[in-house]
C-alpha cells in the first residue's frame, strides 16, 4: 500500500463526510471510546524506514508490527525506553497513537517524551511533516509530541521518528513484603534518592521493585533496598496478563499524583509507576471524582459498558481548545470520531 | 491603554514614558529593537487576567516577557501594544520533596529552583547556561535545553504542569502532577510555543535526585572529524554521558586566554564528556568512554580530579560566547542540529566556507545531541563582511535541513529565524501552525509575528547577529 493510496481514501472520506476508522493490528480496539466508520486498516504500510543505533533514533512506518521494531532494536542491544505494551498484534502506529506506556514510565519517561517526529496524514489527506529525526528541534510547534496518544482523531501517523536508548546491561528484581501504605511510602522514599529502580508493581501485599543499570548500581542500590531477588513477570504486568488483569469485571486506570495516599476504594487493586498508576478492579462508583481530588484522573480502561465514557471529562475550556484543535487537523470531522470524546 | 490599565494596576506596574519602555526594547536578540507602547508589570494572576481581558477588549497586542535573554527575538516588544513582564512572579509557592515536585511562578529564576530543591538533595535537571538569570516562563516558551540535555531532557520532559490564562483572561490548566492528563496533550504543544497560545502563570517541575557524583573526560583530537566520530562511538558502545560537548581549536584558543579552563590547545578538537552517579558507578563508566575515546584515536585524554577541575572544565564551555566576543568585534551565532553521523561532514563543510567566504568559525557543538553552534567572526562596520557572514550563515543553514536536521535546537525560531522557517516546513505546515494558533487565539493578539512566518514568500534572513559586545547581559555564560 503507498501513502498515496492512504491519503486518496482520506481525501474522498472528506468530500463524502464518511468517518474512517484507522486500524493496525486491532490489539487496542478496547481502548477508549467504542470506534466507529470505515476500517482504514495501515499494516500495509510497513517497514522500517531509518535505524542508526549510534543516532538513537528508530523511523518506522505506521503497519511495521511493534515485536518486529522490538526485535530489531534487540539486536543491537536497544529498545523502545517506554517499554509499551503490546495487547496483542500491535503496530507501531497504534502504539504512537494510543500513546501507552508500560513499567519503565516512571524512571524512563513516557512515550511522547521519545516522539522526535512524525509524518502525518491530516483530514484533508495532506501528508505533513513534523519535528525530525534529531534529539533537539524548536522549529514550529510540537505537533509529533500532540499527536501521540490522539488515538488518530487529528490525522493518521503514517511514519513516527523515536528516541531509542540501549537496554540496561543489568537487570534485577526483588519481592518485598509490604501492605499498601508501606509500599507507597517506600516507593516514594526511593523515588528521592538516585536509586536505579525502573519498575515496581505492588499487589496483594507484595512489592516487586526492578533495578536496571550498570553492574555497581544494581546491586548497590540492591543493598539498600533490601528484599528476596526473585524472577518476576513484567511482562505480564504490562501485557495485562497477570492473574489481577483476568476477567471481565471493569479495569479502571487512575494516573495521580505518585504520593495520593492509599484510596481505600472497593475492588482488588495493582499499583505501579512508583504509586503514580493505580489500576482497580470492579464497579468502583465515584472513581473520577476520588482521582480529580487526588489531582489526577481516572480511565475507563477495560468495560463491557463504557457509557461513563472511556476517559476524564475536560474542563469546558479545554474542550472548547480540543474542539477547535480537532477542526484545525480535520475539518470534515471524519478521523475516528467520538474514539476520544462524543464531541471529538 | 495606560489608562485602561492604570484603572487596576499601581502606577509604578505602568511604564509608558520613553526612558523607562527602552530597557524593554529588545531581549538578548539585541539587533532587533521595538520601543513598546506600553509595559505593563502586574504582580497577582488576577492582574494579569485583567490586562489579557483589557487588550483583548482593545484587539491591543500583547507579548509576555521574562528575563529577556532569549536569543531569538521571541519577546521582541510590539509597537503598538503590551509588553507582559512577568518579572514579578518571583514566588517558589511549594517544594514538596517527598513527591518531588516545585511549583514555581514564571519569573523564578532557572537556577533558583536547583537552589531551593538542593536541601532536599534534589534538583532541576535542563540547565541552559544562561540558568543564573533567564527564568522557568521563558524555558517553558522555549523548550530550553542545556549541557546535561542528552540524558535528562528537555524542559518538556522536565515540566509536569502549567497554569495560564487565555488571550481572553480563562483560566486553564494543562498537564498534572499525576504522570499523564486526560484529552489531547497540550502540555507538549505549548512547551516551546514562544508565548504564542497563552500566558503560564503556573509552572510545576520535576526535580530529580542528585547524582552522588560527576567526573568529566577531556579528551584530544588532532582532527576534529574523528573527534566527531568518536562521539558516535560513544553512544555505539551504549553509554549516554551525561555531557558530550565539543569544541574546536579556534574556541579552546579564544576561551583560554578568557578563563584559562586547562584545555590543550594543541588538539584540533576537545571533547567533554562526563559520567555521574555513585562513585562506582562513575569510575566504570569513565574507564569505558576512555576505552572508547583511545581507541577512536584521541590523542591525550585527561579526567578531572576533583569537583573543582571538572567546573574549570565546564567553565570553558560554558563561557565560550562572551570569550568569542573577545576576540572579534562581531560574531553571528547559529544553533542548527544535525544527526550526529553527519557532524564530521557539517564540519569539513563550515571549514569550506571558512575558505569561501575569508572569514573565521570557531565552533562549539552540543555534540550528544547534534545541536551546532558555529560563530562567525565578522566586523559589522565592513559592509562586505557583513553581507559575507549572512551568506556563510545562510549556506551553513541549508547544510542543516539538507542532512535531516533543523534550523534550531534550542534557541527559537522568534524574529530572528522566521524567515528560515520555510526552508523547513511546506506550505501546509506553515497553515496547520497557523491554525493552531487560531485555536488558542483566534484574533492573533499574543506575540503576533513571531515563531510562524505568513505564507509570504519566504526570503533567506535572520541568525543571531552580536555586534561590539552588544548581546544583552553579555556577563551571563551562554549555550
Not at chain 1, 127 to 149: E, P, T
Not at chain 1, 327 to 334: H, K, Q, V
Not at chain 2, 299 to 316: K, M, P, T
Request: charged share 20%; aromatic share 6%; glycine share 10%.
Amino acid at each position: 500500500m503507498s501513502l498515496q493510496h492512504i491519503t486518496e481514501r482520506i481525501r474522498a472520506a472528506a468530500e463524502r463526510k464518511l468517518a474512517l476508522r484507522f486500524r493496525g493490528g486491532g490489539s487496542k480496539d478496547f481502548y477508549g471510546n467504542a470506534p466507529r466508520g470505515e476500517v482504514l486498516d495501515t499494516r500495509a504500510y510497513a517497514g522500517i524506514a531509518a535505524y542508526e543505533p549510534s543516532e538513537l533514533v528508530l523511523t518506522a512506518r505506521c503497519g511495521t508490527p511493534l515485536s518486529h521494531v522490538e526485535g530489531v532494536l534487540n539486536e543491537r542491544g536497544q529498545c523502545l525506553p517506554f517499554e509499551p505494551p503490546h495487547f496483542g498484534a500491535a503496530t507501531f502506529g497504534g502504539c504512537v497513537a494510543a500513546g501507552l506506556s508500560g513499567p519503565r514510565r516512571a524512571s524512563a519517561g513516557a512515550l511522547r517524551d521519545f516522539v522526535l517526529g512524525v509524518k502525518l496524514i491530516d483530514g484533508r489527506g495532506r501528508v505533513l511533516q513534523f519535528g525530525g529525526q534529531v534529539m533537539k528541534n524548536v522549529a514550529g510547534y510540537d505537533i509529533s509530541r500532540l499527536v501521540a496518544g490522539s488515538l488518530g482523531t487529528l490525522g493518521l501517523i503514517a511514519e513516527a521518528s523515536l528516541k531509542v536508548l540501549p537496554r540496561p546491561a543489568v537487570e534485577l528484581t526483588l519481592r518485598l513484603e509490604m501492605d499498601e501504605a508501606g509500599a507507597l511510602e517506600a516507593m516514594n522514599r526511593w523515588a528521592g534518592e538516585p536509586l536505579p529502580i525502573s519498575a515496581t508493581a505492588w499487589h496483594a501485599g507484595v512489592l516487586a521493585v526492578r533495578l536496571s543499570g550498570s553492574d555497581a548500581a544494581v546491586s548497590g542500590a540492591a543493598r539498600r533496598i533490601g528484599g528476596a531477588e526473585v524472577n518476576y513477570a513484567w511482562d505480564a504486568i504490562r501485557e495485562q496478563s497477570h492473574p489481577f488483569f483476568a476477567g471481565d469485571g471493569a479495569l479502571w486506570r487512575l494516573s495521580v499524583p505518585s504520593v495520593t495516599p492509599a484510596l481505600g476504594l472497593p475492588g482488588a487493586q495493582l499499583i505501579e509507576w512508583g504509586g503514580a498508576l493505580r489500576w482497580i478492579r470492579g464497579d468502583a462508583g465515584n472513581v473520577r471524582d476520588i482521582a480529580k481530588r487526588a489531582g489526577g484522573h481516572a480511565t475507563l480502561f477495560r468495560a463491557a459498558d463504557k457509557s461513563a465514557g472511556a476517559f476524564a471529562p475536560l474542563e469546558p475550556v479545554l474542550m472548547r481548545l480540543h474542539r477547535s484543535l480537532k477542526s484545525a487537523f480535520d475539518p470534515a470531522g471524519i478521523l475516528n470520531p467520538g474514539r476520544l470524546y462524543a464531541e471529538l | 491603554m495606560a489608562r485602561a490599565l492604570r484603572a487596576f494596576l499601581p502606577a509604578r506596574a505602568v511604564l509608558f514614558e520613553e526612558e523607562d519602555t527602552r530597557p524593554y526594547e529588545c531581549d538578548g536578540l539585541t539587533a532587533y529593537r521595538q520601543l513598546p507602547m506600553v509595559v505593563a508589570l502586574p504582580e497577582t494572576e488576577e492582574q494579569v487576567q485583567r490586562v489579557l481581558i483589557t487588550c483583548s477588549k482593545l484587539e491591543v497586542p500583547v507579548v509576555p516577557r521574562g528575563a529577556g535573554t532569549g536569543l531569538s527575538g521571541g519577546a521582541l516588544p510590539p509597537g503598538d501594544g503590551v509588553l507582559l513582564s512577568m518579572a514579578k512572579f518571583m514566588r517558589v509557592l511549594r517544594v514538596d520533596p517527598r513527591a518531588r515536585v516545585a511549583v514555581v511562578q514564571p519569573g523564578v529564576r532557572n537556577a533558583v529552583i536547583s537552589e531551593v530543591a538542593a536541601p532536599h538533595g534534589l534538583y532541576y535537571a535542563p540547565d541552559p547556561s544562561s540558568q543564573i538569570a533567564c527564568t522557568i516562563g521563558g524555558n517553558v516558551a522555549e523548550n530550553s535545553g542545556g549541557v546535561h540535555c542528552l540524558k535528562y531532557g528537555l524542559t518538556l520532559h522536565n515540566v509536569l504542569r502549567l497554569r495560564g490564562l487565555t488571550i481572553d483572561g480563562e483560566p486553564l490548566e494543562v498537564g498534572a502532577e499525576a504522570p499523564d492528563a486526560p484529552g489531547l496533550d497540550l502540555l507538549a504543544l505549548a512547551i516551546g510555543s514562544e508565548g504564542m497560545l497563552f500566558v503560564v502563570t503556573e509552572v510545576a517541575v520535576k526535580l530529580l535526585p542528585k547524582p552522588q557524583g560527576a567526573r568529566v573526560i577531556m579528551a584530544s583530537f588532532d582532527d576534529v572529524e574523528k573527534a566527531g566520530d568518536a562521539v558516535a562511538a560513544v553512544i555505539a558502545t551504549g553509554i549516554i554521558p551525561a555531557g558530550l560537548e565539543m569544541m574546536d581549536r579556534p574556541a579552546t584558543h579564544a576561551v583560554e586566554q578568557f578563563v584559562a579552563a586547562g584545555y590543550d590547545l594543541d588538539a584540533a578538537a576537545i571533547l567533554l564528556c562526563e559520567s555521574d552517579g555513585t562513585p562506582a558507578e562513575v569510575e566504570h563508566e569513565i574507564a569505558r568512554m576512555k576505552a572508547v575515546l583511545a581507541s577512536a584515536g584521541a590523542v591525550r585524554i585527561a579526567v578531572s580530579r576533583d569537583e573543582a577541575e571538572r567546573l574549570r572544565f565546564w567553565s570553558g564551555r560554558k563561557a565560550a560566547f562572551p570569550a568569542v566576543g573577545r576576540i572579534s568585534p562581531d560574531y553571528y551565532c547559529m544553533d542548527g542540529t544535525i544527526p550526529r553521523k553527519r557532524l564530521g561532514e557539517v564540519l569539513n563543510f563550515i571549514a569550506e566556507m571558512e575558505r569561501k567566504y575569508g572569514l573565521r568559525c570557531p565552533n562549539v557543538f552540543h555534540a550528544g545531541d547534534g545541536n551546532l553552534h558555529p560563530l562567525i567572526l565578522f566586523d559589522a562596520n565592513n559592509e562586505d563582511e557583513l553581507r559575507r557572514t549572512e551568506q556563510f550563515a545562510g549556506e551553513v543553514l541549508e547544510k542543516c535541513v539538507a542532512v535531516g536536521g533543523t534550523i534550531t535546537g534550542e534557541h527559537g525560531v522568534g524574529v530572528e529565524k522566521i524567515n528560515q522557517m520555510c526552508a523547513q516546513f511546506g506550505a501546509a505546515e506553515l497553515e496547520l501552525f497557523h491554525a493552531v494558533k487560531r485555536a488558542f487565539d483566534p484574533r492573533g493578539l499574543l506575540n503576533p509575528g513571531k515563531a510562524v512566518p505568513t505564507l509570504a514568500p519566504c526570503a533567506e534572513h535572520g541568525r543571531m547577529r552580536v555586534h561590539r559586545g552588544a548581546l544583552a547581559h553579555p556577563e551571563l555564560p551562554r549555550f
